[in-house]
């Protein structure tokens, strides 16, 4: 009879430690799984991504408000149609890893095709193309990848320019290196001087430009990737596959909805001995040049003939240590920069355009003389003398424009190869601009006197500049010193000497009961230089001299102790001292003032109707109470969110093994082990 009792307690421990193990584990599951992502799963966002790519609109970025659950689920399933999947709107495992791809760095959908559209081809076309049938290219040297060697970088690409010679008319000669050509090609890292920053290994693996003047054609690959050729297994990146694609580029395609074809923008290995093009290739890029016209005439000269490429002249060595030398560096950042290396920014203009327009323009010399740069006397001023032309942000990058120059910050710091010349980034744009902000759908607007230049990307639109008048109604029509498109209200701000007026894209037209004067921003000054937006929106920043003013948006009030070395802040200039502060604004004693963040991306904050001039100063109205929380409050809040939880963890800890201990100690009560016995005798 002993043994019964004994034998049940034992048990009844054991379900008792089995149950707790349950719980325990149940709830230690979601730490489990979180700390189980992959890198890169936490470092994809979706939302980016499909925006970055032409998916969601690019206008989303100013506005902070959540996106609805149709819209993300249209671009979703528009994405998952071009990467060959089930269009099915779920961000499922299939859809991120395909985000995660490494692919071409150009968008595939542009604003003007919208989100979502469905095309009747699957292969699409630009409203650009070549006008002639002879074009030339010239390959650089400075950064051929070590692991391939100059020949066969160069023989690789050369197969690749034949692979569109032999569906299309086009022939194609190679120029000496950095010689003058209809289509240069490089390798770079990073920043490279246009607006497609390269990412490193994997993610973007190269970038073109479409037909065009200047840089039109242009071709940048990504030095940093794994590249291989003639690969027989699916590693590394072969650099001939992504030549054909980007070349495709060059000629006037883009990305294609067939996920076979070479011109899809994701990279998909292939065999590239037995390399041809998918049949919506083909059909593309004969819809713009027709197919290739076989002719019996013998050349005049006998060329040597290299997979359809003419090649006139051998490429020439450059004179510079050996690209293959992995202890070669970057130029001097403070050398003259070279408007080969800076193209401007890489975005396709449109989908199908009917009839297609063409460049025209002259060919370049095929023998042209030793280039010999122009010797001016206003050289490349410093960043750190300030008082310049005026300071915005485009697609998230702070641009200080100054007499011919203008420089582009990032994070403080004046990247490589600025300050450079306005006409090498933006054809057809002036020197000495007065103004130039981003408007809501994208496109950039310049500013100069009584005149306005419209650009999407670098290219300037048909039939501008035009006058002032023509932007809109009720603005002012011979200057506009400063223009913002700010967030908090989704309307555009232009400031003219010492007024300002609210102007509504919409309707075009400037709102009634303006202008406004400008007193009404706080202290700043008649005429300012530029505004910018925080990278949270809760700021604008505006610009004049050497200063900048801060503007709190949710308080609609200037900041105390401003203004501040715009110099310092910003630009990274050492040794710069702060302008006086304003004695109306002067801080309190032993505050130190807050740094703004740096402007990466304008629109973050909370979407707001409040509206700088758009309320009377009536003593009796009523008045909102913001209560902010300073940084210190934040740090200490941030501190208690996180340390909380482990305490939490802790404790729960602690209780369980003071229960197991308790348990294995204890014996049950005799009285509920002869119940149970009687329990089952009676059953």
Request: glycine residues 8%; proline residues 11%; aromatic residues 10%.
């Amino acid at each position: 009879m002993d043994k019964v009792p004994s034998s049940s307690s034992h048990q009844l421990r054991q379900e008792r430690k089995m149950s707790i193990i349950i719980i325990m584990s149940v709830c230690l599951v979601p730490l489990v799984s979180c700390s189980a992502e992959t890198p890169d799963e936490e470092n994809l966002n979706p939302e980016e991504w499909l925006r970055r790519f032409g998916y969601l609109s690019r206008s989303g970025l100013q506005m902070s408000g959540p996106l609805s659950a149709q819209i993300l689920t249209r671009a979703v399933s528009d994405m998952q149609r071009v990467y060959g999947l089930a269009p099915t709107g779920r961000l499922d495992a299939a859809t991120l890893a395909a985000m995660q791809r490494p692919r071409c760095a150009l968008p595939d959908r542009t604003p003007e095709a919208g989100v979502g559209g469905v095309r009747t081809r699957r292969f699409a076309l630009t409203a650009q193309r070549w006008d002639k049938e002879r074009l030339s290219f010239s390959i650089l040297y400075r950064r051929i990848p070590p692991s391939l060697g100059l020949n066969r970088t160069s023989d690789a690409i050369r197969r690749a320019f034949g692979v569109w010679s032999r569906v299309t008319p086009l022939s194609f000669q190679e120029r000496p290196a950095g010689g003058a050509a209809d289509i240069l090609l490089l390798f770079a890292s990073g920043f490279h001087g246009d607006m497609s920053p390269f990412d490193g290994e994997g993610g973007s693996l190269a970038h073109a430009f479409y037909p065009g003047p200047g840089m039109g054609g242009d071709t940048h690959f990504d030095a940093d990737e794994p590249w291989t050729l003639d690969a027989q297994n699916q590693e590394g990146i072969d650099l001939f596959l992504v030549a054909v694609h980007e070349l495709g580029h060059a000629l006037g395609l883009e990305h294609s909805e067939n996920p076979a074809a070479i011109m899809a923008p994701f990279y998909q290995w292939s065999d590239a001995q037995n390399f041809s093009l998918h049949g919506d290739d083909i059909a593309g890029v004969q819809r713009m040049y027709g197919p290739p016209v076989a002719s019996d005439a013998p050349p005049s000269s006998p060329p040597t003939h290299r997979d359809d490429i003419i090649i006139t002249t051998p490429p020439s060595t450059p004179s510079s240590p050996d690209p293959n030398d992995p202890t070669q560096t970057d130029p001097d950042p403070q050398a003259q920069p070279d408007p080969s290396l800076s193209p401007p920014l890489a975005t396709p203009t449109s989908h199908l355009v009917s009839p297609l327009t063409t460049w025209t323009g002259p060919d370049p010399d095929p023998d042209p003389d030793p280039v010999t740069p122009a010797v001016r006397t206003d050289g490349p001023p410093s960043i750190c003398d300030g008082d310049f032309d005026t300071v915005t942000l485009l697609r998230g990058e702070m641009f200080v424009f100054k007499g011919r120059w203008f420089w582009r910050v990032r994070r403080n710091r004046v990247l490589e190869n600025y300050p450079m010349p306005i006409s090498v980034f933006w054809n057809g744009l002036p020197d000495d601009i007065n103004a130039a902000y981003e408007r809501h759908d994208g496109k950039f607007v310049f500013f100069k006197g009584d005149r306005f230049w419209l650009f999407r990307e670098a290219d300037v639109l048909p039939g501008y500049p035009q006058p002032l008048h023509q932007y809109g109604r009720g603005i002012p029509v011979h200057r506009i010193d400063t223009a913002i498109w700010w967030e908090p209200n989704e309307f555009t701000y232009f400031f003219s000497g010492d007024r300002y007026w609210r102007y509504n894209e919409e309707t075009r037209s400037a709102d009634r009961d303006f202008p406004k004067p400008i007193s009404r921003w706080g202290k700043i000054p008649a005429s300012p230089r530029g505004a910018f937006l925080s990278d949270d929106g809760a700021s604008t920043y505006i610009y004049k001299g050497s200063s900048y003013w801060r503007f709190d948006n949710r308080r609609t009030e200037a900041d105390r102790g401003y203004p501040r070395s715009i110099l310092k802040d910003f630009m990274g200039c050492v040794g710069v001292p702060d302008p006086d502060p304003d004695p109306e604004t002067e801080r309190n004693p032993g505050t130190e003032p807050v740094r703004p963040p740096q402007p990466t991306e304008p629109g973050r904050g909370p979407d707001r109707e409040l509206r700088p001039g758009s309320t009377e100063d009536d003593p009796d109205q009523e008045v909102n109470v913001v209560v902010t929380v300073t940084d210190s409050e934040s740090k200490v809040m941030t501190l208690v969110m996180v340390t909380a939880p482990l305490l939490l963890i802790l404790c729960i800890l602690v209780l369980v093994y003071s229960i197991l201990r308790t348990l294995q100690n204890k014996e049950p009560p005799r009285a509920l082990v002869h119940c149970k016995r009687s329990l089952q005798d009676w059953v």
